[in-house]
């Protein structure tokens, strides 16, 4: 019987100490640590972006390349880059961006094109736009056009663009050029 007093004194006084070292420790803000590794942050789930009206520029027989463009409509509380384009009509398709710099256009390559949080980003004649370089036979009006976008992330989507002869036309008005004569 002296054993089952004991142990039992024993037991009340293992419990009594952790209950102390439990109060002393919320008393002095001490977190209990779980165990095991570190849970892991859930990532956001990306949603596509919406497409809104994309279209290819019709070009001439004999003109290798072409621009395409496209409203980019972003439904994500954070930004997403879309980080490439391409399609089988042509060996490469490039993001582009028109920029003015001493008073000439220039087109250049680059690497991304963020859509911005809930937001849009146009790619248009003049500003960011895709680049059909070297097409493989000449594109026709109306034809579809299979594009596929690679974003950050690991997102892709697949785009059905459409080909609109969209050639400049006349201005209504005459326009005054001086060619330094």
């Known amino acids: 019987m002296t054993k089952k007093i004991l142990l039992s004194i024993m037991a009340l006084a293992i419990m009594t100490a952790v209950m102390a070292c439990d109060s002393k420790n919320k008393a002095s803000g001490a977190q209990k640590k ?7 942050k859930k990532a956001e789930t990306l949603k596509p972006l919406m497409i809104v009206k994309p279209w290819i520029r019709l070009r001439p027989p004999g003109m290798k390349v072409t621009g395409g463009f496209v409203k980019l409509e972003n439904p994500n509380n954070s930004p997403v880059k879309l980080i490439s384009a391409e399609s089988d009509i042509c060996e490469a398709t490039e993001l582009h961006e028109m ?4 008073n000439v256009m220039k087109m250049k390559k680059v690497d991304s094109i963020e859509v911005p949080a809930n937001g849009t980003m146009d790619l248009k004649p003049g500003g960011y736009h ?3 370089i070297n097409l493989k036979k000449p594109l026709k009006a109306d034809q579809k ?3 596929k976008f690679s974003y950050e992330k690991g997102l ?3 785009v059905t663009f459409n080909v609109k002869n969209n050639l400049m036309k006349k201005p209504a008005h005459k326009m005054k050029m001086d060619h330094g004569k």
């Open 156 to 158: 892709s989507q697949t």
């Open 130 to 132: 895709l680049m059909f």
């Open 99 to 102: 920029i003015h710099e001493k």
């Open 34 to 40: 779980p165990s095991g590794p570190p849970a892991e």
């Open 145 to 147: 056009v299979t594009v």
